[in-house]
Structures are given as structure tokens and as C-alpha cells.
């Protein structure tokens, strides 16, 4: 004989007698309904409580969906429509099994249209509704349904009006939708969200692993609402349509607080926003954490260990230069060091460092700011990225003067970075006796831990990364197959490789006399730099990543 279900939550210790007590007198004062939605409404149990509670009562496997991964080609076996309808979600497939989390055990019909309509054996798990409807929104998107409740009758004029109690409840609806872009996006772990006006349609994508990924359009008609959501959240003029704007955002999820790098830039079709996502809790700030090789690691770990010279880190954006810039003032921050940053912006906040911000409006800009620092006697200094000659000079002095300062610079590789610094207006002779070392990255996909096993990869890939027949000899090449962790993709997480180059007497002779990059570069290489796509073919031989992977953000570099 089954349990009560009052009985069973009461053993779980989610309610208390009383409170099964009050929600059967509510059913017998005429209130049908399941006696776990009437202590929902009461507050009196969580859904997912009342789930694991049907779940023992009919003896049915509990699922916690929360923070749960499903691949496309498993969300999509069961037809949105009848996910949405029938309060169900396909979670794995394993052989010819589907596992489908259901909100209601008794719903047999759906069980047998689920069979029928997939063609396989049907295990059913059991989950509470709220969860469910939040795992179709994030594998569907929001349904027609719900957008066109959101909307009501709204329109893109955003004049003042006399606000209604509909246009109040359009304006939470809106609010509601830009909340669930934003908790999508940390769900995947995306570190990038873009809202894109198309001549038709919203586009919504996520960066995710540095891949683009396209979520489901949204109507044309939610393009104004959404963008100026967002520009409110961000505190930006709403007004303001014809000028690029920054902002940022700060925002509570579930229970843990992000932050959100807003961008708008006008365009043919509207304004195009983008958020980048500053999670403090992925910042990885140890630097045996990045991914070095062992030897690249010993020499960089000796290098930022001098007491003055200028260390470059140059790269894309969004390529790791800032994470590994903290991860080495993390290695360097001890009580007997003063470190001072110039950033613009300040990403993440450093326990123990004095950090700045720069504010160009008010002529606070990375010139100013590093003079004044100079007077606080640092012995470490970050300046986010040279941009002009007027920051190297000073970054350049600063250096000569017995401090060691960190900094970026956007070129596609270690040798390029002297010659653009030269090419900025810096004296090759400057150049030549202040720079270190230069350290270039890029940041590859990683082969998914669940579902690795060995393949064969292309031979033209093989080929175009360098690597000779004795080289590959015996090795065993790994990829991911594609898995629910992985949402199919066979990758799961971004390493770094790099490319570090040392200045010896041959390097800063060729500096000195303006020598060329591809001179440059043939010195390094000849001094024992390993380029990216070395570092990449590298990692590609240890399992870590995949041939393909490594070609696609480094073969053009080397």
C-alpha cells in the first residue's frame, strides 16, 4: 500500500504535520486539487520537495534538472509542442532508451504517445514543473505562446504614456523574458551574449567555448523593449540611439551574483548590444592553472621574478590576456610587493591590489593614471593595454626606472609586438632595452572528460600543424565522442596555448635596427620559441584537444 504523500514529506522533513494538516482542511472545504499544489500555493513545500515526494510515492527515479545540460538532438525527439503541453523534458539517450523527466507519474497516455511517436523504450523520471518549464525554455526558447503574452499589444514607441495595469503586466512580462536570456546564457556557461536586430527578427546568440552559438529568433516587434530593458539595467541613456554607449550591469542569479559588460553600437537595422558575462567564480588566478608547458611555464614563472622590464601579453579580444595578466599579479601579490593596475575596465576585483579605473571623460585616461602612480612607489604595475605611443613611453620609463610592469597589445603573435610598438612612434633603441619577454595566446576547445576515446584524425591536419611521422608515431590521438555534458559538441571548457618569446642579443639587435617581424620571428624560433600552433599540436598529442581545434585558431599564425 502507497504512502500519503503528506506522510512522505513529513519524513523528509519538508513540512511539518500542521502544515499537511492545513492543506487537507483546505481540500475538504472544497479545494479538489492534489494536496502538493495546495502546500505549494500555502509555501509550505518547494515544487521540487512535493516532486521527490511523488517520486517515492510512486517509486519513480527523482531528477533534479536544475544546472542540467540537454544536447539538441535529445531536447529535440520530443516535439515542443507536447513538451510544453504535457509538462515533460527528455533528459538522455542511452541505446534505444530516452529518458523523459515527467511532472504527473499517472500521465500513462503521454508514455505511450512518447513510444509511439519516438520509436523507443521510454524511462520515466520524475521532476517538478517549474523545473521542467525552465529546461524547455532553455533548450526551445520562449514559445510564440508566452512571447505574444509578453508583448500584449505593446509597440516599439516608446513616448511617455498614462501606464495601464496591461502595460504594467507587458513590462514584467518583458522583464521576465530578459531575465531568462541572461540565465540561459550562465546555464551554458556562455561568456558572451549578443542581441543583434536583423531586418526581420531579433537575433540571440551565445558565445559559448568561443563558439557562436544562434538561440531561436525572436519577433522583430520585442527588439525595442528588450534593447531598452537592457540599456535601463545598465544605466545608460535610453534615449541615445545614434552613439556606441557602454555599461555594466550587476545581477543576482539563483545564488550567486554576476556582473555584465554591456556594449551598444548603432546599426542599419537598430542597436546591436553585447554582453560580456564577468563571473568571478570561473577567474582562474593560479597560474599552474593556465595550461603552460612545463618548460614555457619555468621560464615565465623566472621571468616575472625580475625586478623591473616590461612583460607583454598580446592577443584578441577575449583570446585570456586578462585572466592570465591576474593569474600572474595573483603569483606575485605578497606583502612585501605594491602592485598598482590602470585598467579600463576594472573585470574583476584583486584582493590585496591597488586597482584604477579609467575614466576618459574626465581625462583620467592610462597616460595620467601611470604618471600618478609612478609617485605611489609600485613595485608591480598592470596597465591594461597600450594603445599609443604616449602609454608605451611612459610604460617604458616606468621600466627603466626599476619597475617591472605588465601590459597587452593586440597582435596576432609574440614577434609582432615589436615592431607594431616601433610602428606606434617608440624608439627602437626604447623598445629594444626595456621588453623582456612577449607571451601570445589564443585559447582552443578541450575534449570533453565524459566521453574521450581515441580517433583517427584527418592526415591534411596532421600535416598543416607541422608534425613529423616520428613525431605521431605510436601516439594514440583523442577526441570527444559527444555527450549530454558536452551538449554534443565532443568539447567542454577552453585551454590556453602559447607562444612565448624571450628578447636575447639577436632579438633586440634586430629591434634595434627595425628588423622585420618574420626576422624576428625566425630568431625566436631559432632561440626555442615554440609558436602557438607548436604549443596547439602539443596539447593535440597529450589528449587535450583536437588537431582541428588547434588549426582553427592557429594555423593562420604560424
Known sequence: MRKFLGEILIELEAVTEQEVNAALKKQMDGDKRPIGYILIELGSASPENVARALAEQFDVRYIDLEGLEVPEKVATLVPENVARERKCMPISLQGRTLTVAMANP?????????????????????????????????SFGLSDNKIEQMLGEMTENLDVRVVSNEEEEDDALIVKFVQQIIQNADNNRASDIHIEPMQDHLRIRYRIDGVCITMDPAPKRLQGPVVQRLKIMADMPIEEKRKPLDGRIKIKLKDKRI??????????????????ILDSGNLKTSLEDMGFDAGDFKIYNNLIKRPNGIMLVTGPT????????????GALNTVDRKIITAEDPVEYNLPGINQCQIHAKIGLDFPRILRAMLRQAPNVILVGEIRDAETAQIAIQA????HLVFSTLHTNDAPSAVTRLIDMGVQPFLVATSIQAV???????ANCPKCLEPFEPDPKHILALGLRPEQTAGRTWMHGRGCDHCKGTGY??????????????????????????????KAAVANGMATLAMDGARKALQGITTPEEVLRVAKQDD
Do not use: C, H
Open 106 to 138: 499517472l500521465d500513462l497516455e503521454l508514455v505511450d504517445t512518447l513510444r509511439f511517436t519516438t520509436s523507443l523504450q521510454i524511462e520515466v523520471a520524475l521532476a517538478s514543473e517549474r523545473q521542467i518549464e525552465a529546461a524547455v525554455n532553455g
Open 259 to 276: 556582473d555584465l559588460r554591456v556594449s551598444s553600437l548603432p546599426t542599419v537595422w537598430g542597436e546591436s548590444i553585447v554582453m560580456r
Open 318 to 329: 577575449g583570446s585570456g590576456k586578462t585572466t592570465t595578466l591576474y593569474a600572474t599579479l
Open 399 to 402: 621600466s627603466l626606472t626599476g
Open 439 to 445: 607571451l601570445a595566446q589564443r585559447l582552443v576547445r
Open 492 to 521: 567542454r571548457g577552453r585551454r590556453g596555448i602559447f607562444e612565448l618569446m624571450v628578447l636575447n642579443r639577436e632579438i633586440r639587435d634586430l629591434a634595434f635596427n627595425r628588423g622585420t617581424a618574420s626576422e624576428v620571428r
